[in-house]
């Protein structure tokens, strides 16, 4: 039993806690600090597998973010904590079956297909530098151009919609 | 892996936090009294010689104080919230190189608590975190107040979060590195603000409305909104977000010294490797008088205008200064022609004068009541 193994099942615990309190807590912002902390457990075993770059951007990206979401809860929705559950009455059994069989299918794939060698190493100390970060740039901006750029055009439709439905509702309510 | 290099981590780790826990200290005192000079006063001079022991006695004042919790606030965020606005600030420096290194008992101490390849962003990305704890205050004091406190800062500094990275951007092309020891080591020939000035004060700029110094301090805004977010407040947990608030004060200083003003590099730091801190200090003071001299001779500025400064005004000129930065350092290693490097000065500054024009024109208008 190596360190590395210590500290991954520490994290593993701490991150399907966080999880769960996420889901199961009443007050919204509960639930959305609870993810925050999950995101940043994620971000630490990227670190673990020697991936700073994306540890980092998992925090800044997935962490701030959440930000927003807080926002969103206290100022637009209003409702903190949710009133006892009023949910369709179908939801639930429906939920517990597809949640179910999620289990059972993973469980399945993990046990049939995970031999003790799948040629998975742990990550080269050497990729762990700025060069891969280079390369991953270099990548970005020759072979992946195009979806690269597409996925700006995207965010930036995205961005123009929530501009102009917040809009409308302003000047609906004006005149 | 060897016990002593755990036991290096671990004093290192700890003199830093004493360093900034006293700097933060007689950074009280240094503001106080640097203030009440500019203000003509005297400023506490009373407990020790020059009031050098005023932070000692405010302490103990403030330990001894009675803590507060108001009925019906949101108990466990409550808490945690100074807590969460602390540690930001104090991990925020673990990355930040004092210096080089030394030899010590034979064996050779660097002057950095963490080499980490991608220092830059670990420091954005603890920036976005640092939010956190002033809006959950903000909330979870259950006071109107002390919600918008939390709300304005918030936004403020998801606004001036993106010009921040951007002036980043322009330090990390500049020094080809994210790593902050190879950006230091880029500026041996020539410090960073002589090629790109517009990004230093626009960095400087950001970093104000990010640590939320006046004139950027909205969100304790004493007149509009009582104390802001730590308005339900008192004792240590009061005296947790003032520390949050003048230990970014100091780690700030020490990144803007690191990116722009060549960090711990001086005459004769090669040959003495222990000058460098010493350096770094000295700027460290100048950028924080700097910082005081802003608090005492400007007004706070307008929520609105804040808000239409940062987003109209300071992202765009960050774009442009970017844009110019990386444009200028690829021409010049086209052409191997230094003429391109210079070029990105003039330019930046021309594109500051537009800004600057750009603000004056919609002052006037709106002060003549045209809008």
Known sequence: ?175 | MDWTIWLEWVLKGFILCMILLTGFAYLTWYERRALARIQIRVGPNRAGPQGLLQPIADAVKLIFKEELTPARVYKVVFILAPVLTVVPSLVLAAVIPLGTSFHLFGREVNLFVADVNVGVLYIMSIASIAVYGIVLAGWSSNNKYAMLGGIRSSAQMISYELTLGLSFVTAIIMGNSMNLIDIVNGQRSLWFVVIQPVGALIFWIATLAEVNRAPFDMPDAEQELTAGFHAEYSGMKFALFFMAEYQKMIVICMIMATLFFGGYLGPGVDKFPLLGPVYLFAKVIVLLFLMIWVRATWPRIRYDRLMSFGWKILLPLALAVAFITATGILLADLYENQLFVWSIPVLSIISLLVAVAFIYRDLRRKSHGRF
């Open chain 1, 1 to 175: 039993m190596n360190s590395d193994l210590i500290v991954f099942i520490v994290l593993a615990i701490v991150s399907i806690a966080t999880a769960m309190g996420m889901v199961f807590s009443r007050n919204a912002v509960y639930s959305a600090l609870f993810l925050v902390l999950n995101f940043v457990t994620v971000a630490v075993f990227y670190l673990l597998l020697g991936a700073p770059f994306i540890a980092m951007s998992q925090i800044t990206v997935y962490g701030g973010a959440i930000m927003v979401l807080f926002l969103f809860v206290i100022m637009l929705l209003g409702a903190e904590s949710l009133a006892p559950s009023k949910a369709l009455p179908w939801q639930r059994p429906l939920a517990f079956t597809l949640a179910l069989v999620l289990v059972v299918e993973s469980v399945y794939l993990i046990v049939s297909r995970a031999q003790p060698n799948l040629g998975i190493t742990a990550p080269d100390a050497s990729l762990n530098t700025m060069d891969s970060l280079r390369q991953m740039a270099m990548e970005l901006f020759s072979k992946y151009l195009l979806p690269f750029e597409v996925t700006s055009i995207l965010l930036l439709v995205a961005m123009v919609g929530a501009i102009v439905l917040t809009k409308q509702e302003k000047n609906g309510r004006e005149s």
